[in-house]
């Protein structure tokens, strides 16, 4: 069986193109997932997008990875990375290899956004990329799967 993808997005991403455009821009959520998805699916690849406003909904998406086929886990946060020890403690459950991504470079904004309660759990941090910030996580995402394909 072969692994999918999984891109979670939290709270207030749902309003990418526009919320705040001079900070993220004026591409929409769904603009990007309909970019990862046609770059999973020519990789071979199966990819997932979940945004919720709702913590309990993320939370839940996690912890159902243990019994499905997600092999890697994309997640921008958003304000939660900042917030969220139940966030953390699902993914550390969970176990799947992840990165935490944010379309600004939260090192650059206010003091409070400069700490994460996943970045040392993830795979991989990136940030202030915008939007490519995603298509790096997915690439490094398939090749992450598809090493693993080949033992």
């Not at 705040?20 to 020519?42: C, F, K, M, V, W």
């Not at 997600?70 to 990375?81: E, Q, V």
């Amino acid at each position: 069986m072969s692994a999918s993808i999984l891109v979670l997005n939290g709270p207030n991403l749902n309003l990418l193109g526009r919320r705040e455009p001079h900070i993220y821009g004026h591409t929409t959520l769904n603009d990007i997932n309909q970019r990862l998805t046609s770059l999973a699916r020519q990789a071979g690849l199966t990819l997932e997008n979940l945004q919720s406003n709702a913590e309990s909904v993320l939370i839940d998406r996690i912890q159902a990875t243990l019994d499905d086929d997600t092999g890697f886990i994309i997640i921008n946060p958003g304000a939660l990375t900042h917030s969220s020890i139940a966030l953390r403690d699902a993914l550390a459950a969970a176990a799947k290899p992840f990165i935490e991504i944010h379309i600004s470079n939260v090192h650059a904004r206010e003091p409070f956004r400069r700490h994460s309660y996943l970045s040392d759990l993830a795979q991989g941090v990136i940030c202030g990329l915008g939007i490519y910030g995603y298509e790096a996580a997915l690439h490094y995402a398939i090749q992450t799967i598809t090493q693993q394909n080949t033992r």
